[in-house]
């Protein structure tokens, strides 16, 4: 059995960000949080956690808090390693996450957007998680940059689990 932990990264280590924003170039390509630049804000006023594997680093996910609403957070970004993807790595890691908000930050809702043809992550979020489809934003990242707009209520998410 593989050794899994989920860390809340609270200092700013170049080392980590190097490998973090490596993994988010595989992932998303030039889209992602690939530098310093903006992981470092992520780190100090966002939320970093990451996946290690057998102590090795296997993901990264990002959030921020909605300043409209503070009981809300958006999922920025969530990406395991090339390598270890369709293993379950990456509902056990995102698992662990929203447990910890819902019982340590009071956070009860979680919004995400994703490409509108990637079909493997909407199922996922649906099935594993219980995230509904609540929007369609057109040209959100440039022209024919489409995203589907997720949600997710955390009380409804545990209270499914424990059933």
Do not use: C
Request: proline share 2%; aromatic share 10%; net charge negative.
């Amino acid at each position: 059995m593989d050794d899994l932990e989920v860390n809340l990264i609270t200092k700013v280590d170049l080392d980590l960000i190097d490998e973090m924003t490596t993994l988010e170039e595989e992932a998303f390509g030039k889209g992602g949080i690939h530098n310093e630049w903006l992981m470092t804000p992520l780190i100090r006023h966002g939320r970093v956690f990451t996946l290690s594997v057998n102590k090795q680093l296997a993901g990264v996910a990002e959030f921020i808090r909605d300043w409209e609403d503070p009981e809300t957070v958006y999922l920025i970004g969530v990406n395991i390693r090339k390598d270890l993807r369709g293993n379950g790595y990456g509902t056990k890691f995102l698992r662990k996450i929203l447990n910890r908000f819902y019982r340590k930050d009071d956070i009860v809702k979680v919004e995400l957007t994703v490409d509108p043809s990637n079909k493997a992550a909407i199922r996922v979020y649906f099935d594993h998680f219980g995230f509904e489809k609540v929007d369609m934003r057109k040209h959100e990242y440039g022209e024919g940059e489409h995203r589907l707009v997720m949600e997710l209520d955390l009380q409804d998410m545990l209270e499914e689990e424990s059933a």
